[in-house]
């Protein structure tokens, strides 16, 4: 079975400042990977996913993240935050033999941007 | 874009009671649809997979007896929270997958689109 870590439970950082989340996976098969954002009280919204081909993937409001296979690793990278960014971020993996029939999540981490 | 819409946005109701929530997408046809639990500062736990048609599919551990879904059309899932008790309360998101087929086979789609979310507190 497939699991997802995200070390990181917050992150503060200035508002300008480049900023890395990291997210780990473990699975025995090949995987899609997918970030998520979450605003408070709201659904999930799709910002980036990796289904095959390039590794460095782009996504909404200026963020990309890179698929690296030998670290097992899908973190998401912005150069420059603002303040709207601030929200949960999920990592999210799906086994490419299931599709998207189930997504496991990692835990979260809290993206807090000040002025 | 694929839409999906959740109802309602919350609800209260006292420890007993049966709740229904309703997900639908919008925009396409959904043969499958996912329901979600999120408690408070953590992450999603997919409760079942949900098949217009047939019984819905439920994760380990997750009461289908309590948890009620139901598929009945291409557009609509329902997830009832049957004699609902305080620990019931949570976060319910569902989500659904517009397109068909391996997703490598079409990127812009095959990608699962989530509602608002339901928040349920139980007196």
């Known amino acids: 079975a497939q699991s997802v870590t995200q070390l990181d439970s917050q992150v503060p950082v200035f508002e300008e400042a480049p900023v890395e989340l990291r997210c780990n996976y473990s699975s025995s098969v090949s995987v899609y990977l997918f970030w998520y954002v979450q605003y408070p009280n709201q659904g999930l919204q799709l910002l980036l996913k990796?289904?095959?081909?390039?590794?460095l993937v782009k996504g909404i409001n200026g963020f990309e993240a890179e698929f690296n296979k030998s670290q097992t690793s899908f973190h998401l990278r912005k150069p420059s935050v603002h303040i709207s960014d601030t929200a949960e971020y999920f990592c999210a993996v799906s086994e490419m033999n299931t599709g998207f029939q189930k997504l496991v999540f990692g835990t979260g981490t809290r993206l807090l941007v000040s002025p | 874009g694929a839409v999906v819409s959740q109802h309602p946005s919350w609800v209260i109701c006292k420890s007993g009671t049966s709740v229904k929530i309703e997900c639908r997408s919008l925009d396409f046809q959904a043969t499958t649809m996912f329901w979600y639990r999120q408690f408070p500062k953590q992450s999603l736990m997919l409760m079942a997979t949900s098949n217009e048609g047939s019984k819905a599919t439920y994760e380990q551990g997750v009461e289908k007896d309590k948890f009620l879904i139901n598929h009945a059309s291409l557009t609509l899932s329902t997830l009832t929270v049957t004699s609902a008790h305080p620990e019931d309360s949570s976060f319910y998101i569902c989500s659904a997958r517009f397109g068909t087929g391996p997703p490598s086979a079409n990127p812009g789609a095959n990608v699962l689109t989530f509602g608002a979310g339901s928040r349920l507190t139980v007196l």
């Open positions: 990796y289904l095959s081909g390039s590794t």
